[in-house]
């Protein structure tokens, strides 16, 4: 089965990684919800994709130099605010399953705590999550706290060995650009155990496409095209 993922929610229809994103997502009824976290200058876990807050907000600047405070007070599009990992979460409900990209150094711990909380106190189950990242780095931090939660390596070209590189960290999934997709990276996963979930496909012809080449996963912003 081609699992659907909802890139930073439903972000061809909503403004991305916000509250009102994650419900069209969840109403289209995704199996999975990405979304990308981030500690600001105070410490909390916030939901943004970039290291600044220019392009998806009314504001400027980088986000570890700003309080939640500060962030708080930012338009993220259609009067949305940027939200904590926590809210995301409470949005979502467990009506869907969340991978959660890490896109900042230092973020493994922080992330865990808030999951581990989520699992003992309010009913989600580590199955729930997949946490993703570029910097494997903070995969193999993440795993070295813990081996109940699915990891995901976000590449964005062909590594020497294709998913070798990522074994180490015990990876469930692989996630390659559709750019640099081709039969022998996906076979040699598959081979090594891993899925291989692709980003990020809006075109129905890449998406034909990327299910001929026997992927597990599709990350779009249309998911409903999927």
């Given at each position: 089965?081609?699992?659907?993922?909802?890139?930073?929610?439903?972000a061809?229809?909503?403004?991305?990684?916000?509250?009102?994103?994650?419900?069209?997502?969840?109403?289209?009824?995704?199996?999975?919800?990405?979304?990308?976290?981030?500690?600001?200058?105070?410490?909390?876990?916030?939901?943004?994709?970039?290291?600044?807050?220019?392009?998806?907000?009314?504001?400027?600047?980088?986000?570890?130099?700003k309080?939640?405070?500060?962030?708080?007070?930012?338009?993220a599009?259609?009067?949305?605010?940027?939200?904590?990992?926590?809210?995301?979460?409470?949005?979502?409900?467990?009506k869907?399953?969340?991978?959660?990209?890490?896109?900042?150094?230092?973020?493994?711990?922080?992330v865990?705590?808030?999951?581990?909380?989520?699992?003992r106190?309010?009913?989600?189950?580590?199955?729930?999550?997949?946490?993703?990242?570029?910097?494997?780095?903070?995969?193999?931090?993440?795993?070295?706290?813990?081996?109940k939660?699915?990891?995901?390596?976000?590449?964005?070209?062909?590594?020497?060995?294709?998913?070798?590189?990522?074994?180490?960290?015990?990876?469930?999934?692989?996630?390659?650009s559709?750019?640099?997709?081709?039969?022998?990276?996906?076979?040699?996963?598959?081979?090594?155990?891993?899925?291989?979930f692709?980003?990020?496909?809006?075109?129905?012809?890449?998406?034909?496409?990327?299910?001929?080449?026997g992927?597990?996963?599709?990350?779009?912003?249309?998911?409903?095209?999927?």
């Amino acid at each position: 089965m081609m699992l659907r993922f909802g890139h930073r929610g439903a972000a061809g229809y909503e403004p991305e990684n916000t509250l009102r994103s994650f419900k069209k997502a969840v109403e289209l009824n995704v199996d999975w919800i990405e979304l990308d976290a981030q500690i600001c200058k105070t410490g909390e876990v916030i939901v943004l994709h970039d290291t600044k807050v220019d392009r998806t907000t009314n504001g400027t600047g980088y986000v570890e130099d700003k309080t939640l405070a500060e962030l708080r007070t930012l338009d993220a599009g259609k009067g949305e605010k940027i939200p904590t990992l926590e809210e995301a979460l409470d949005t979502i409900a467990r009506k869907a399953k969340v991978n959660i990209e890490i896109k900042r150094e230092g973020a493994a711990g922080k992330v865990f705590e808030i999951i581990n909380r989520y699992v003992r106190d309010k009913g989600w189950q580590w199955d729930d999550f997949l946490i993703s990242s570029f910097n494997h780095y903070e995969l193999l931090d993440f795993r070295r706290l813990t081996d109940k939660v699915k990891l995901g390596a976000v590449i964005a070209g062909i590594p020497i060995g294709y998913a070798e590189c990522v074994e180490r960290i015990r990876a469930y999934s692989l996630h390659p650009s559709k750019e640099f997709l081709n039969q022998a990276l996906v076979d040699d996963a598959h081979k090594r155990g891993m899925k291989v979930f692709v980003y990020t496909l809006n075109e129905t012809d890449d998406i034909e496409k990327v299910k001929k080449l026997g992927a597990d996963g599709i990350f779009s912003n249309f998911p409903d095209r999927i």
